[in-house]
């Protein structure tokens, strides 16, 4: 029941192909390999472990933070992927457990939510952080709101409160230093979150980085090397717990200043990977139904 073993190409135009020594894949994977002229075997890694974030990886952005649909087909492809490495598959992501359970139903994987605050267990059992530090962040960002035009939303996620400007970037920098202020005059148990077009408190001690450290304590995660596939600012934690147990990462898009080893282009591209992945699984093993 061990996972499919996977190897690492740069390409010509700095993209990555991961490949499985699967034989019986073989021939596709020569061909994809063989469109860069000058691919390199890069690293490898064995019985691999997936940690994806979900915005900007699995599906693209959208103009509202509530407008977020999962492509057709994400849901088998994930399925399949946990059937394909014995379920050592969750997902890293800002956003409350329940708004990205809802969009991948019915498919209820191991996931950080929040950035950390909530965390399901690969056993189903769910940790969720004190929210208490919270009460006055939320009030005083309601009242700072009455000040910016509508399009500044501000999303109560329960164990963080962002503010998204994606509508108005020209106010971004007004918005985030505001949010800055505010979450700095309420002390250490605040932390201030900035990724994409948005400012975020949140709570202090949670990072994606932390949730990878605690779930790679958990079979079947545990002894497995992470793979950590994410696009914003918040990944960079998990990119480099994932380093610290052998494992690689992936920045989606292009960033600057990227903890990751690796770029890919999109969540198109990430999926097309991933599909490529789970196909590598061994021989006889199933989606479950
Ligand atoms: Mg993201």
Same mark, same amino acid.
């Given at each position: 029941? /061990?996972?499919?073993?996977?190897?690492?190409?740069?390409?010509?135009?700095?993209?990555?192909?991961?490949?499985?020594?699967? !034989?019986?894949?073989?021939?596709?994977?020569?061909?994809? $390999? =063989?469109? !860069?002229?000058? !691919?390199? +075997? $890069?690293?490898?890694?064995?019985?691999?472990?997936?940690?994806?974030?979900? /915005?900007?990886?699995?599906? @693209?952005?959208?103009?509202?933070?509530?407008?977020?649909?999962?492509?057709?087909?994400?849901?088998? =492809?994930? +399925? #399949?992927?946990?059937?394909?490495?014995?379920?050592a598959?969750a997902? %890293?992501?800002? #956003?409350?457990?329940?708004?990205?359970?809802?969009? %991948?139903?019915? =498919?209820? =994987?191991t996931?950080?939510?929040?950035?950390?605050?909530?965390l399901?267990l690969p056993d189903?059992?769910?940790?969720?952080? #004190? !929210?208490?530090?919270?009460?006055?962040?939320?009030?005083?960002?309601?009242?700072?709101?009455?000040?910016?035009?509508?399009?500044?939303?501000?999303?109560?996620?329960?164990?963080?409160?962002?503010?998204?400007?994606?509508?108005?970037? @020209?106010?971004?920098? &007004?918005? +985030?230093?505001?949010?800055?202020?505010?979450? &700095?005059?309420?002390?250490?148990?605040?932390?201030? #979150?900035?990724?994409?077009?948005?400012?975020?408190?949140?709570?202090?001690?949670?990072?994606?980085?932390?949730?990878?450290?605690r779930l790679m304590r958990e079979p079947p995660f545990r002894?497995?090397?992470?793979?950590?596939?994410? /696009? /914003?600012?918040? @990944?960079?934690?998990?990119?480099?717990?994932?380093?610290?147990?052998?494992?690689?990462?992936?920045?989606?898009?292009?960033?600057?200043?990227?903890?990751? +080893?690796?770029?890919? @282009?999109?969540?198109?591209?990430?999926?097309?990977?991933?599909? &490529?992945?789970?196909?590598?699984?061994?021989?006889?093993?199933?989606?479950?139904?």
């Amino acid at each position: 029941m /061990d996972c499919f073993r996977i190897k690492f190409y740069r390409t010509a135009k700095g993209l990555l192909m991961v490949t499985s020594t699967d !034989s019986r894949r073989l021939t596709a994977i020569e061909a994809l $390999v =063989l469109e !860069s002229d000058s !691919s390199a +075997d $890069v690293g490898s890694a064995a019985r691999p472990a997936f940690f994806l974030d979900f /915005d900007g990886t699995l599906v @693209d952005l959208a103009p509202t933070p509530e407008g977020v649909v999962a492509p057709e087909g994400v849901v088998a =492809l994930l +399925d #399949r992927l946990a059937a394909a490495c014995g379920g050592a598959v969750a997902i %890293l992501t800002g #956003r409350p457990l329940d708004f990205v359970d809802a969009r %991948l139903a019915p =498919l209820r =994987l191991t996931a950080a939510g929040q950035h950390g605050a909530e965390l399901r267990l690969p056993d189903g059992t769910t940790v969720t952080a #004190r !929210s208490e530090p919270l009460g006055v962040a939320r009030t005083r960002l309601t009242a700072l709101a009455t000040d910016w035009p509508p399009g500044i939303l501000i999303e109560d996620k329960g164990l963080a409160v962002a503010v998204h400007y994606r509508a108005h970037p @020209d106010l971004g920098a &007004e918005v +985030d230093a505001a949010v800055a202020a505010l979450t &700095e005059d309420l002390g250490p148990a605040l932390h201030l #979150r900035r990724s994409k077009m948005v400012a975020e408190v949140t709570l202090a001690g949670v990072s994606k980085g932390r949730a990878l450290d605690r779930l790679m304590r958990e079979p079947p995660f545990r002894g497995r090397t992470p793979i950590v596939i994410g /696009d /914003d600012v918040t @990944d960079d934690d998990a990119f480099e717990a994932a380093r610290g147990f052998g494992g690689l990462s992936f920045q989606v898009g292009s960033r600057a200043g990227h903890r990751a +080893d690796f770029e890919i @282009d999109g969540p198109a591209e990430v999926l097309r990977l991933l599909d &490529e992945l789970a196909r590598g699984g061994p021989a006889g093993r199933r989606p479950s139904p």
